[in-house]
């Protein structure tokens, strides 16, 4: 099912552009969303969800290609990773070079995915990478509503996009690229 673009999302956006933060359907939940390059809106989401940075945020793109400058895809797992892309699938993989240093976790990973939710795709492939998190405070239950995000973050969100979320049932799996190991189910 692809998204028409429209107004709703060009407007998305331009917020994005402007360094603001968006409340977004994702695959499971309502999601928070900011410019990977934008480390000022980064850290926006991370005062809203009162979030430590010692927990890195999911980068999510339209498109492998739009990973080159972020990470390396080219582990033991590549093939592995290709086929549960776009999915609900969250993979932790070394940081490439010229990734910004703000989206590095200390291990020097950034866990990425390759989104098939198709208003998350049209957002990526306008805006560029986006970081992505659950729409709620730490302890809170994720937002699967916008009425909740709303009741969560009020006028600290830029931009409330209206969408449908996606099929999966919880939060995306996260693997770490080189073990496979499973990180959360």
Not at 12 to 35: D, F, K, M, P, S
Not at 100 to 128: E, N, Y
């Amino acid at each position: 099912m692809s998204v028409p673009l429209d107004w709703q999302i060009c407007r998305a956006v331009q917020v994005l552009r402007r360094g603001g933060v968006i409340a977004n359907a994702t695959e499971a939940v309502i999601g928070l969303a900011a410019l990977a390059s934008d480390r000022a809106a980064g850290q926006r989401i991370r005062q809203l969800k009162r979030r430590p940075r010692a927990k890195p945020f999911i980068v999510v793109v339209a498109e492998l290609g739009q990973l080159k400058k972020l990470v390396s895809v080219h582990t033991e797992r590549y093939e592995e990773i290709l086929a549960s892309w776009p999915g609900p699938h969250t993979w932790i993989l070394p940081a490439h070079p010229d990734a910004p240093r703000w989206l590095v976790s200390k291990t020097h990973d950034i866990a990425v995915r390759v989104t098939a939710h198709p208003q998350m795709a049209a957002l990526c492939k306008l805006a560029g990478p986006l970081v992505s998190t659950s729409a709620n405070p730490a302890g809170r239950k994720p937002a699967r509503s916008m009425l909740t995000a709303r009741g969560y973050f009020r006028a600290g969100v830029d931009l409330y996009l209206r969408g449908t979320l996606g099929a999966s049932a919880r939060p995306t799996t996260i693997r770490d690229g080189r073990s496979g190991r499973l990180l959360r189910l």
